[in-house]
């Protein structure tokens, strides 16, 4: 008998054990190629633009680790051919509260020229993986200003977080999951034309008064947004007007198609809860804004416009992640991420 509790006790601790060095990544991963703010190190990288610059142009899989830092600049558009994964210094893998790599740039489109030449990160490839990277915009109010520019297919994002203001998630082109990260913004900040991509178990933080979507489907295309069992907050040091003049989105494209289900708001919205683009320009004749279980005390006087759907269960049941990124994510995404 004693011998027995010995070996159950014993395992328990071991599988414990297991589930700790699973939830921690402190050391680059075999093969990874290193970057380490104020390296001296032969063979390690200061920068992560010069890391990316060494990775051959080929369809091999590589891999990026970064230590702990903050890195400023833009990153140079990610086009490299094979397969590449980016992994942030975490002790918990499980969630983007444990960050310590940011990657920071201040560049309004007003300037670059276009949204995605604002990008900090600019992803610009296919079978792209990014892994606890806080990824920021800090130009602020009066441009768009983008944090991530996505237009890569098989893109996976996962406990990350990407901070702005306006127009901070450019999901413009191509198939993407971004799973338990942290978005932060006021205006549009999570927007494109041609993205399909899926929101799942991550915290939407608002930090002014404006619109979290603004699809810009121009067609009755393929695009489309589905955001299933986020939490949606008030941002931390938000103005102090945002309250009440939040929406879940308005439509960029008359096309627009957003669904949201099983979200949690505790952001008072706006009773409205979706928008017109503008008055006079309303955009709404073709879209589907459509929503599912959106529980919490912020949607508790909703009042919703005659152009917003209500779904029923059965309807809810046919908006998955496959509805948005294809029947073959299992084969790409990354399920310990899904809630």
Not at 115 to 136: C, E, L
Not at 146 to 165: D, H, P, Q, T, V
Not at 231 to 253: D, E, M, Q
Not at 273 to 295: H, P
Request: glycine share 10%; aromatic share 12%.
């Amino acid at each position: 008998m004693v011998k027995a509790f010995f070996l159950i006790a014993v395992s328990c601790v071991l599988a414990f054990g297991d589930f700790v060095l699973a939830a921690s990544r402190t050391s680059p991963p075999s093969g990874a190629i290193i970057v380490r703010a104020g390296t001296t190190t032969s063979g390690e990288f200061s920068t992560i633009n010069a890391a990316l610059a060494s990775l051959p142009n080929d369809s091999s899989a590589r891999s990026i680790f970064i230590f702990p830092g903050t890195y400023s600049g833009q990153v140079t558009s990610i086009t490299r051919p094979g397969p590449l994964t980016i992994y942030g210094y975490t002790t918990d893998t499980n969630s983007y509260t444990a960050n310590v790599v940011t990657i920071t740039a201040g560049v309004p489109a007003s300037t670059a020229g276009s949204n995605d030449a604002s990008g900090t990160i600019r992803i610009h490839k296919n079978d792209f993986k990014m892994y606890n990277v806080n990824v920021k915009n800090s130009f602020g109010q009066g441009s768009q200003a983008i944090a991530i520019s996505n237009y890569g297919s098989r893109a996976g994002l996962y406990a990350c977080g990407f901070y702005g203001f306006q127009d901070t998630l450019y999901s413009n082109q191509g198939t993407q999951v971004y799973l338990k990260g942290y978005i932060e913004g006021a205006v549009d900040f999570i927007f494109g034309r041609l993205g399909q991509a899926y929101f799942g178990g991550n915290t939407i933080a608002v930090s002014s008064k404006g619109w979290i979507t603004a699809s810009g489907r121009e067609a009755d295309n393929a695009a489309i947004y589905v955001l299933n069992a986020n939490k949606i907050i008030l941002a931390p040091n938000a103005a102090s007007n945002t309250a009440g003049n939040v929406y879940l989105g308005r439509p960029w494209g008359a096309f627009a198609k957003v669904i949201y289900t099983n979200n949690v708001v505790t952001l008072p919205l706006n009773p409205a809860i979706w928008s017109v683009w503008n008055t006079g320009d309303e955009r709404t004749s073709d879209i589907l804004f459509a929503e599912y279980n959106t529980t919490g005390s912020g949607v508790a006087n909703a009042q919703r416009p005659s152009f917003a759907t209500v779904l029923s269960q059965s309807q809810a049941n046919g908006y998955t992640i496959a509805t948005a990124v294809g029947s073959d994510w299992a084969s790409w995404v990354d399920s310990a991420y899904l809630v």
